[in-house]
């Protein structure tokens, strides 16, 4: 089973914000995930974003891909 680190669509229509979850690669974007692992809400200006380092760190050493976008939260976050 991969594990991926991907956005997950919630809100309503034109008023999306994401969760950052853990889930089999192959499930459907918005399926039951694994974990949940944060938000990112690109609505407000400046978009807020909330990880749990220790959860994604914890899913990275066990062999999980975060996707692009993902990764690129991954890095706003930290630096």
Sequence with gaps: MSV?????RMG?????????V???????????PLEFLGFYNPMVNPAEV?????????????GAEPTDTVRTLLKKQAG
Excluded: E
């Design 22 to 32: 853990a889930v089999n690669s192959a499930a459907r974007r918005d399926g039951r």
């Design 12 to 20: 309503n229509k034109k008023r999306a914000f994401y969760r950052i």
């Design 4 to 8: 991926k680190l991907r956005l997950a």
């Design 50 to 62: 909330k990880i749990d380092t220790a959860k994604v760190q914890k899913w990275l050493d066990q």
